[in-house]
């Protein structure tokens, strides 16, 4: 099991870091881009690794950090052309990947029983700020994409005669913000409590010995 994790994190690693890479050097968007979709897509995976044992993380936490990215790339920035080349876009994968480079390149090196302080320390310490700013960054795409939600009426639905329900589909968007903006606060209260756990005084001398 901690080789089939070591490539899952190795196939996670390169695909971040191959998106990283090209936003750095050609500082464009991948709205589109197959590897930030299927990366994505492959992160469901870690909530099977957590729900059979073979990943200790806590489930809710990782569950709802990676529903917050799939909506938000799948259902707010694939859905609308126009949102895709906003450099609100830009911004928020360079966040998410520069997190996942460095948490799948930590997790790599853990499967082999290998811990360095300074890695260590940049996994535990670098999602406190990036994490709440990746989540304004989500929500301020959320914003960006409302008037095209309006204009072209995707998502929406209006049901037939007799019926007179309809969903209209920026106000779910609307409200999804204050779920995401909740979540945030849940998730980083663990952010916290895991940093504490991996880099107390205790954690550190154990790894270093």
Known sequence: ??????????MQFCGHSWIFTNMIIRFMTFGKGLVMRLCQLLSVLEILHILIGIDKSRLLPRFLQM??????????????EEVQGKYVVCVLFFLWNILDVV?????MLARMGLYYLPLTWLNFSLCIPFYPLSVLAEGFAICVSLPYFESFGTYSIKLPFPFTFSIYFPYVLKMYLLVLFAGMCFIIQNLFSERMAHLGTGNIKNKRS
Do not use: A, G, K, P
């Not at 938000?72 to 609308?80: E, R, Y």
């Not at 948490?103 to 997790?107: F, G, I, L, Q």
């Open 1 to 10: 099991m901690n080789m089939y994790l070591f490539v899952y994190d190795l």
């Open 67 to 80: 529903t917050e990215r799939i909506i938000v790339l799948f259902v707010v920035i694939n859905s609308q």
């Open 103 to 107: 948490r799948y390149t930590y997790n």
